[in-house]
T-cell receptor
Framework: QKEVEQNSGPLSVPEGAIASLNCTYSDRGSQSFFWYRQYSGKSPELIMSIYSNGDKEDGRFTAQLNKASQYVSLLIRDSQPSDSATYLCAVPGSQGNLIFGKGTKLSVKP | DADVTQTPRNRITKTGKRIMLECSQTKGHDRMYWYRQDPGLGLRLIYYSFDVKDINKGEISDGYSVSRQAQAKFSLSLESAIPNQTALYFC????????????FGEGSRLTVL
């Protein structure tokens, strides 16, 4: 069974700082990786996907992938209070589904 | 209107009752999923369906059943609810195999007393 591990947090950062969220995965054969954001009481939504080693940038968000270390991270630059949410890392499962980590709760303090 | 709609949004019931959670989607997607979310346990797959004639068990299917009534409708049933089925349930859809983008409904919070 594939596994995805995340630090549950909470991770607290001041407004304007860089938030760094980390994820490790068990299956060396995983080829694609996804970050979802879930606001309290809401449903998850996809914010980033990454398929190749290295960095992928989208606005204030950067996803970083290191397949050799089986490690994927999400950096949020210039963090805002509106970024306060739980961030879920996910990889494709063998059943055509996504396997999610338990999520890291981020709190951005004004 | 939401693309993926779940009903009911909240439900309190008693042990032993039969409960049905319904999901409908307007995205035209073939793939539909039911996940449950528990604090500290994350999202876990209950059942999934790739088309109307295809139903598959997920990681935690015991105590649940599903029905795919049409491409747009996928319902989850608890035949005899028990307290440890108290959770937040999400229906999700996806359009492409392995694409990784799931579109979630707003969730159905179920409490079993």
């Amino acid at each position: 069974q594939k596994e995805v591990e995340q630090n549950s947090g909470p991770l607290s950062v001041p407004e304007g700082a860089i938030a760094s969220l980390n994820c490790t995965y068990s299956d060396r054969g995983s080829q694609s990786f996804f970050w979802y954001r879930q606001y309290s009481g809401k449903s998850p939504e996809l914010i980033m996907s990454i398929y190749s080693n290295g960095d992928k940038e989208d606005g204030r968000f950067t996803a970083q992938l290191n397949k050799a270390s089986q490690y994927v991270s999400l950096l949020i630059r210039d963090s805002q209070p509106s970024d306060s949410a739980t961030y879920l890392c996910a990889v494709p499962g063998s059943q055509g589904n996504l396997i999610f980590g338990k999520g890291t709760k981020l709190s951005v303090k004004p | 209107d939401a693309d993926v709609t779940q009903t009911p949004r909240n439900r309190i019931t008693k042990t032993g009752k039969r409960i049905m959670l319904e999901c409908s989607q307007t995205k035209g997607h073939d793939r539909m999923y039911w996940y449950r979310q528990d604090p500290g346990l994350g999202l876990r797959l209950i059942y999934y369906s790739f088309d109307v004639k295809d139903i598959n068990k997920g990681e935690i299917s015991d105590g649940y059943s599903v029905s795919r009534q049409a491409q747009a409708k996928f319902s989850l049933s608890l035949e005899s609810a028990i307290p440890n089925q108290t959770a937040l349930y999400f229906c999700a859809t996806s359009g492409l195999a392995g694409a990784g983008e799931l579109f979630f409904g707003e969730g159905s919070r179920l409490t079993v007393l």
